[in-house]
T-cell receptor, first 110, second 115 residues
Framework: DAKTTQPTSMDCAEGRAANLPCNHS???????VYWYRQIHSQGPQYIIH???NNETNEMASLIITEDRKSSTLILPHATLRDTAVYYC???????????FGKGTSLLVTP | GAVVSQHPSWVICKSGTSVKIECRSL??????MFWYRQFPKQSLMLMAT?????????EQGVEKDKFLINHASLTLSTLTVTSAHPEDSSFYIC???????????FGPGTRLTVT
């Protein structure tokens, strides 16, 4: 699996957009970018994934650069409940064990 | 859909005793389940991969005789921590792969405290 690099922590004001970056410069052509999050003392939650096109669902948007070497997860209107550790994972599929790395700890403040 | 449960959600046991953690896929069949462990302020680390009807595959450094995994049905996998010690205190999380699909879903985790 390609290695990913994420900032250790980020802050975001409630109601504002949270933009979480991820670098994956060694990504292969058949690898997807997956995002999960883990709220304190809970199991990880799937957010979104994409291959090369931008993706949007009810939780977030995923913007992948044209060269696929980086991506940004966007939470359009962050709420306090979005405070969590966000993991960017590059994988051929999500059907196998995941290497979570350190992730980004997002703190949404009132 | 695609709900994974774990039981118990938390457990306290004495050093030297054994404790069993259950992982169930409630509304789908899971040929493969994964067990992760998470120490405070650290990320999830894969312990083992469990396939229904066969022996589990353990990651390097995980003692198979200490962490017994049984995956006897398509909806249930169990992790038994034998002769638990305080250093086994951790957050144990399972995930289940949807049969025939490239998706996996995570359980809520089990907090184990060994005193």
């Amino acid at each position: 699996d390609a290695k990913t690099t994420q900032p250790t922590s980020m802050d975001c004001a409630e109601g504002r957009a949270a933009n979480l970056p991820c670098n994956h410069s060694t990504i292969s052509g058949n690898e997807y970018v997956y995002w999960y999050r883990q709220i304190h003392s809970q199991g990880p939650q799937y957010i979104i994934h994409g291959l090369k096109n931008n993706e949007t669902n009810e939780m977030a948007s995923l913007i992948i650069t044209e060269d696929r070497k980086s991506s940004t997860l966007i939470l359009p209107h962050a709420t306090l409940r979005d405070t969590a550790v966000y993991y960017c994972i590059v994988r051929v599929t999500s059907g196998y064990a995941l290497n979570f790395g350190k992730g980004t700890s997002l703190l949404v403040t009132p | 859909g695609a709900v994974v449960s774990q039981h118990p959600s938390w457990v306290i046991c004495k050093s030297g005793t054994s404790v069993k953690i259950e992982c169930r896929s409630l509304d789908f069949q899971a040929t493969t389940m994964f067990w992760y462990r998470q120490f405070p302020k650290q990320s999830l680390m894969l312990m083992a991969t469990s396939n229904e009807g066969s022996k589990a595959t353990y990651e390097q450094g995980v003692e198979k005789d200490k962490f017994l995994i049984n995956h006897a049905s398509l909806t249930l996998s169990t992790l038994t921590v034998t002769s638990a010690h305080p250093e086994d205190s951790s957050f144990y999380i399972c995930s289940a792969r949807v049969q025939g699909m490239d998706e996996q879903y995570f359980g809520p985790g089990t907090r184990l405290t060994v005193t």
